[in-house]
T-cell receptor, first 117, second 107 residues
Framework: QLIESGGGLHQPGGSLRLSCAVSGFSVKTAFMSWVRQAPGKGLEWVSLMYPTGGTDYSDSVKGRSSISRDNSKNTLYLEINRLTAADTAVYFC?????FGSGTAFVHWGQGTLVSVS | SFELTQPPSESVSPGQTAYIACSGDNLGTKFVSWYQQKPGQSPVLVIFQDDKRPPEIPMRFSGSNSGNRATLTISGTQDVDEADYYCQAWDSTDFYVFGSGTHLTVL
């Protein structure tokens, strides 16, 4: 189970921190991503944390975003700085179970809505 | 950058077969996954590794991938299959790439 929190109304130029509390598996051994969906739009991958602790980011958030995890809390985080209206979206955390043999997000959270205005 | 292209919409009559296409350069050399998303819900994986179904997904869902095109096929389409469908593949530069999505109408 993945449960996101931290959404809400944020000001342009501000920062946000989203959390994804995980149960049923360990975040430190999983390929964990954040995926967002702007209102009425499609899915957009945002960031990936590897089991090694390595990270990757989409061009849309690179340089102003940080993905991290707390193994003791089994929780994944996403920080985004210098927010703009383009960051308005539902943010999902998701687990890729098949990384290395293709990729596929098997587990998804329910999403948390971020509005920047 | 690597891009996946899908038609914005498709329609199918109940009981008929729906085909949803996803195209990209040399897509056949990558594994493709497909997701179903209904309004207000999280996406659900329906196909992975081009043609494999998670155990909870009905057998009427199948997939194929060759050349520059992947296809999601829904046989005997039901009203409950009306949803948005997204293809997804991994690119070494762009990482996880999603298609633009196809809204399937069952009418």
């Amino acid at each position: 189970q993945l449960i996101e929190s931290g959404g809400g109304l944020h000001q342009p130029g501000g920062s946000l921190r989203l959390s994804c509390a995980v149960s049923g598996f360990s975040v430190k051994t999983a390929f964990m991503s954040w995926v967002r969906q702007a209102p009425g739009k499609g899915l957009e991958w945002v960031s990936l944390m590897y089991p090694t602790g390595g990270t990757d980011y989409s061009d849309s958030v690179k340089g102003r975003s940080s993905i991290s995890r707390d193994n003791s809390k089994n929780t994944l985080y996403l920080e985004i700085n210098r927010l703009t209206a383009a960051d308005t979206a539902v943010y999902f955390c998701a687990r890729d179970t098949y990384f290395g043999s293709g990729t596929a997000f098997v587990h998804w959270g329910q999403g948390t809505l971020v509005s920047v205005s | 950058s690597f891009e996946l292209t899908q038609p914005p919409s498709e329609s199918v009559s109940p009981g008929q077969t729906a085909y949803i296409a996803c195209s990209g350069d040399n897509l056949g050399t990558k594994f493709v996954s497909w997701y179903q998303q209904k309004p207000g819900q999280s996406p659900v994986l329906v196909i992975f590794q081009d043609d494999k179904r998670p155990p909870e997904i009905p057998m009427r869902f199948s997939g194929s991938n060759s050349g520059n095109r992947a296809t999601l096929t829904i046989s005997g389409t039901q009203d409950v299959d009306e949803a948005d469908y997204y293809c997804q593949a991994w690119d070494s530069t762009d990482f996880y790439v999603f298609g633009s999505g196809t809204h399937l109408t069952v009418l």
